[in-house]
Every structure is written in structure tokens, then in C-alpha cells.
T-cell receptor
Framework: SQELEQSPQSLIVQEGKNLTINCTSSKTLYGLYWYKQKYGEGLIFLMM?????EEKSHEKITAKLDEKKQQSSLHITASQPSHAGIYLC????????????FGKGTRLSVIA | ETGVTQTPRHLVMGMTNKKSLKCEQHLGHNAMYWYKQSAKKPLELMFV???????ENNSVPSRFSPECPNSSHLFLHLHTLQPEDSALYLC???????????FGPGTRLTVL
């Protein structure tokens, strides 16, 4: 089974609307990373969360990690066309130095 | 030049060809990674190098052969590939394993 589940798989929102993307695991997340990817390009780091209950914001994007450290959400306020892309969550699901595992991604489209 | 660079950006090859993908990082990182990204699938970790030693090989077919001559360079040698190997191949680096990964722009590979 998939170690990191992202929902929804795709999302179409009208410009100016708010939206939320979720990333869930059955295991404890020792580090949770959000990335954004333009189609066919590399991943751009957005934010990292490590502590239960942690919340970080950058411009109109807010990421949260729940207290149990098994779920994270990415919230975009007043979406813009520049927010369009694929959002991926990656996580360290082991307390050791292991590579990140990734979700399948959420494809976001923002329409005028 | 800074960050993670990959060449070529696009590659079309026949099943009998031999080609190589190159990744270079100027971040002073000790860990480097090769990922395969196919449509509607999560990022698939292929290989991990830490301090120029291969530390992970995720059951990747032998037609993919990695090489890490030094901590700044990573290659992926390709030979006798199959059409299903067509994908976006992403390189990443991190200070050590288990930390934020910085991604290159990827190589879009098409196998005819």
C-alpha cells in the first residue's frame, strides 16, 4: 500500500478561492516536506515541518502538521494562476537517515 | 552556477542505444539520488549515494547503472532500455540522508 496518501488527486479552483491539499500516513512522520512541481520540471521546496502541531506560512501558502504527526495539510488562500502545478508531499518515515518517500501528488489548476 | 543541474534536459533513444544522464550539484551536499517519475505514479527512488558510496538500490533493473565519481557528480548510464522506461528522471541532493532534498530540473527520456 502507498505509504503517503495525498488527496485530492487533482483540483480545479477558480482564481481567488481557497483550497486545501492533504497528506496522510499510517506511520509517524519524522519530517514532512512540501514541494511544488511545474509539469515536466524539477521539484521546488516549499516548506518543512517536523514538530507535532507545527504550522508554517509563506506568502499565501500555509502548511500544518497534526499533533500525532501522521497528517499534514497545505492550504492556499486566494489562489492565483501562479499557484497552478503539482504539489507533492515527501516524508521521512523512519527515525534514521533514510531517503524520503513521496505521495503521488495533487495536480492543481487555477482558472480565471 | 548553483543548485542541481541535469543534462540533457530531453533525450530520445532507441532500445539498442547506450546513453548517460548527468547530474551535478554545487551545494556541497553529501547525498545524491536518482528518481524516476512516471505519469500517475509516485516518485520512485532508484538509487542513493552517500559520500560517493551507493547505499540504496531499489530493485532497479541492471539496464540502469549509476556512477558517482565524486560528491558533486552523479551519472545514470542507460543501455538496452524498454519503452516503459520512458519517464522523467530526477536527480536530487541533500546535506545528508533524511534531510530536505534539492531537485534538478529532470531529464525527459523517451525510449522508442
Amino acid at each position: 500500500s502507498q505509504e503517503l496518501e495525498q488527496s485530492p488527486q487533482s483540483l480545479i479552483v477558480q482564481e481567488g478561492k481557497n483550497l486545501t491539499i492533504n497528506c496522510t500516513s499510517s506511520k509517524t512522520l519524522y519530517g514532512l516536506y512540501w514541494y511544488k512541481q511545474k509539469y515536466g520540471e524539477g521539484l521546488i521546496f516549499l516548506m518543512m515541518l517536523q514538530k507535532g502541531g507545527e504550522e508554517k506560512s509563506h506568502e499565501k501558502i500555509t502548511a500544518k502538521l497534526d499533533e500525532k504527526k501522521q497528517q499534514s495539510s497545505l492550504h492556499i488562500t486566494a489562489s492565483q494562476p501562479s499557484h497552478a502545478g503539482i504539489y507533492l508531499c515527501g516524508a521521512d518515515i523512519s527515525s534514521g537517515n533514510t531517503p524520503l518517500v513521496f505521495g503521488k501528488g495533487t495536480r492543481l489548476s487555477v482558472i480565471a | 552556477e548553483t543548485g542541481v543541474t541535469q543534462t540533457p534536459r530531453h533525450l530520445v533513444m532507441g532500445m539498442t542505444n547506450k546513453k548517460s544522464l548527468k547530474c551535478e550539484q554545487h551545494l556541497g551536499h553529501n547525498a545524491m539520488y536518482w528518481y524516476k517519475q512516471s505519469a500517475k505514479k509516485p516518485l520512485e527512488l532508484m538509487f542513493v549515494y552517500s559520500l560517493e558510496e551507493r547505499v540504496e538500490n531499489n530493485s532497479v533493473p541492471s539496464r540502469f547503472s549509476p556512477e558517482c565519481p565524486n560528491s558533486s557528480h552523479l551519472f545514470l548510464h542507460l543501455h538496452t532500455l524498454q519503452p516503459e522506461d520512458s519517464a522523467l528522471y530526477l536527480c536530487a541532493s541533500s546535506p545528508t540522508q533524511g534531510y530536505e532534498q534539492f531537485f534538478g530540473p529532470g531529464t525527459r527520456l523517451t525510449v522508442l
